[in-house]
């Protein structure tokens, strides 16, 4: 919470697991509750974490890692500035532990890109090149 401007109920990052600014690779984790509020209008009867969801997460843990790793972009804002080849792979139900995994953080200017991939137990659920750009 001191490096993301999120707060709940859009705070999708519960625990950074494992940081390696020389390996460029961040390691992070959200705990999937019954009473996420977006369940209450995503299929009340057979709840499914949605998509963006998933991919809003995916790009809070990359803007973790460019605020732990790049200590100039600390105090500097960022937004979402692209999406590439995004995959669903597998659905997310309340109760699941959904492990974000980031590696490769290319900069060009002010704009970083990686590829960010969740699982679940050890399978894939999404993944997707993720562009920010550091305002």
Avoid: S, W
């Avoid at 509750?33 to 499914?48: A, I, S, V």
């Amino acid at each position: 919470m001191e490096l993301l401007p999120h707060r709940y109920p859009f705070l999708m990052v519960d625990k950074v697991l494992e940081v390696d600014c020389e390996k460029q690779y961040i390691k992070a984790l959200k705990n999937v509750t019954h009473n996420e509020p977006f369940f209450q209008g995503h299929f009340p009867e057979d709840p499914l974490m949605p998509g963006v969801m998933m991919v809003e997460a995916m790009a809070q843990v990359g803007g973790l890692f460019v605020k732990v790793c790049f200590p100039e972009a600390r105090e500097k804002p960022f937004v979402l500035a692209g999406l590439d080849k995004v995959r669903f792979r597998r659905p997310v139900l309340p109760g699941d532990t959904i492990i974000f995994e980031a590696q490769g953080f290319k900069c060009k200017g002010p704009v970083v890109k990686t590829l960010v991939r969740a699982t679940v137990d050890g399978k894939v659920v999404a993944e997707a090149e993720i562009m920010a750009a550091v305002r």
